[in-house]
Each structure stands twice: as C-alpha cells, then as structure tokens.
C-alpha cells in the first residue's frame, strides 16, 4: 500500500505544531525572564561571528523587546496551521507567519533553546518550503529531506556516544543521571551500584540510537519497529530526564521516515 | 556530461520544471551544511555567517561528553535588618518535579544558567579573569544579580558560581568563578 504524500506532510505538521505551541506555552510561562534582567534576555555577541546580513542590524532585532508577543504569534500560527489542517483550509498563511516569528525568536537569542527546538524549527520550514512550492516534487522530497536528518540526528548522536570512552564504560550516563538539571535520583543510585547495567544501559542508549537512524531505509514493518522503539525511548526520556519537546520534535519526523521507507519499497 | 546529469535528475529524481529542480537545490544545500556541521564540535566560522538563523543544528545530543555536574548562583548581599554581608542561593531555576515529564519550563531557565556558567568557566581558564569578565554570558548575569527583587537596591555586590559533582565519594562543592565588585567602575550591566 502507498502511503499518501499530503497526509503524511500533514502529520508531520500537526506533530510538530503541536510540540511548538508546547514549547511556547512554557516559554509564556516565564514572562518576567524574558524582561530586563531576566535570564531569558538574548545574549548580544553573536556566538556564530557576526552575520552576512550585518552586526548592526542583527543587534536591533536581538535587543528587541517584543519577545513574549512574537513567542505568542508564534504560538497562535502552530494552533492556526492544526485548525487550517482540521478545517482543510490552507496552509501557507499560517506557516508564513510562523516562520518569520521563528526566525525573528532565532536572531533573538537566548531562550535556552535545544534539540528539540533545532528539530521542530527544522520540521516546520521544511513543511513551508514543500506548501510554498505546492507540487508533488516538492512534498516528497520535503518529508525525504526530514527522513533524512531524523537519519542524520539519530546516527551523529549515537556514534559520537560510541565513540566517546566513558559513554562505553556507562560513566556518562551515570554522572549525567546524578545532576538536577537531566537526572533522576533512583536511576542515578541504581546505576552507580550497578556498574554493569550502565554499561548495558548507556549500550542500549547509542545502539538504539544508531539503529533507529535506518528506520526510513528500510522495509516499512522494519522500519515501524525501529520507529516505535524511537517512541518508547523519547517516552523514557522525557519521564527520566524532563526532556518533554524532544518527544514531540522527533516524533513529528515519523511519518516522513515511515513515508520514505514506503516510497522505497513499494515500486 | 552536463546532458547526462540533467536527464538524471528529470528521469529519476521526477523534477519536471525549475521550481522543482530549485526546492531540490535549497534542500540539498541545507542537507550538506547540515553534514558538515555535524564533523566538528564547534560551528565553523563561515558556517555561523551565512545561518543567522540557526538552521542549521548539531545534532551531537549529550555527546562525547554530557553534563556531569550542576551550577548554584549566588550572590554576596546585605539582608533585610542583617548586619553583614552574606552569601544567598539565588539560583533562577527550581528542582525538577514530576511533572516535567508533561510540563518542564524551568528546564530553559536550567540551560540557559548553565550555558553561561559555562562560558565564564570555559573563559576564566583559557583568557583569565579580565577577559571572563567581559563575556556577555557574565553581563548577563550580573544584570541578572543586580535585578533580583528580593534585594534592596545596589545591595547585591557580587556574585559566584558554585558547582556541584556528585560521586562515589559523596558531593563536592567548588567556586569556580566569583564577580568583581558589581555596580561600580565600569558598568558591566549596559548592554543586557
């Protein structure tokens, strides 16, 4: 059976609307942060070096403070593109303006931003760019192009783990358990008592992580194993460590990957 | 050569007109940036000028090494109808709960502090104290100390960040950065 190009890009964009409006709602929730000596201020110096577009001008945006009305926009065009999916009304609008609200947001700086914030920004400019082009070209190389650094993100991530001596040796998993800000106590406690299910643990961590990256190139119930196990793990994740948008973020890139094994082997 | 490349791309790829073939580039494009990014740690120079808009992400995920330990902020202040000048937590951020497993805004509040504590540190040790002093993530949270509510005005005199490993051995605190005198000379609070 095909999957269906337009469903697929509308699942992805739904899944990530909504782990944006998550992300944006929490951010709402730390107003007085983003304010004048709050911790959420951008920082100036670009860590990038500059721009091509100007120091000075980059400046002006980044001190700007109409954050938390933009971090609102942003929000209300992730809600408008699920109802415009919803209602079957178009997509561009919406998507417009939350690219542009999320470009302003990036040239901000500053809203300890992650991952998952990289991958759901990532997502959604890849859906504006299929809608804006609005050919069938256009969305399947879209949704291949995010199969594609769902890939990228899952393999770079596990084999710089594997890499890495004191991730083999499960020391970094233990130590990343025993701090506040990713932790979780129990966990922490029952890794360090038990050296050898660190080693295990912090396996099955990049193992999975590797294997999950050929979830989109290979046969679909294959790749909807991999897939499922990707969900557990961000479900894991997000108990263990807090780590809540990354469940979203990552998941948004599923239906892509799962469309792109179909597109492979359906010929 | 080019004849053949071109019938390639319509007669495999399906790009039937130069919009496609265009939205092809652009991806293709962002796709290799995004594999060259992931070869270095660092953002390459030239990288970071031509993406302003950070699109271009590193998808490196707590590798090779993840955070070990946590950072405490606290600053040097005279309390309310205290006497002396004591050192308070003031760290912007509160214990995980629970609920972050569904609901976890603290946790930007968590990596922006650290991100700056780490600038300071990661400055301190390669360019000195001047030079840590002068990184926006320390104007950031100078302004940040200066501004706190629970203090009377220009009572808060510096600030120092506290780290925190745990071990085998138990839990180890060590300063490793304490501020100049804030609020006076030059002001390090301007920009922010």
Redesign the interface.
Known sequence: MRLDADVCLNSVLVVAALGSSLADL??L??VP?LK??????P???????????GVGF?SILQ?CPVGTAVIALRLSAALACIAAIAFHRGQLLPLLIYVMAA?FL??RK??????SD??L??TL??VF??RL?S?S??T???L??IA??LS???F??GV??L??P??RDGQ??T??M?????GNERL?RFL?NNPQMAILASAAV?GGEILVAFAPWVPSPVGLMLLGSGLVFHLLV??TM???TFLFAFAAAYPAALYTSNLLYSR | MITWVSASIRNDLGVSSPKDLLCLAIFAVWFLLTVIRQLKRRKPRWLGRIDPLRIVPSWRLFGPRPPSSDYRFEVKCKPAGGEGFVWIDVTPHKPRTWRAFGWNPQRRLRKTFNACANSIWRALRKKGKKRACRTPAYHLLAKYATSLSDFAPRSVRRFRIVRRERSAAGTADMIVFTSRRLGRRRRTVAKV
Do not use: D, H, P, V
């Not at chain 1, 004048?36 to 201020?41: A, F, K, N």
């Not at chain 1, 025993?178 to 990713?182: A, C, G, N, P, V």
């Open positions: 929490e951010l929730s730390l942060q004048t000596g709050g911790m959420l201020r920082l100036f110096k670009s860590n990038a070096g500059g721009s091509a577009f980059l001190g470009a990036q040239l500053g809203l300890g931003n992650n991952g990289e991958m920004t990532l400019i890849s760019i299929a082009f050919t070209f256009a399947n190389i879209a291949c192009f594609l650094q990228l993100s899952y770079t991530a710089i783990k890499g890495a004191l991730w970094s998993l130590a990343l025993s701090t506040q800000t990713f922490y360090a990049y997000a108990l807090g780590l809540n």
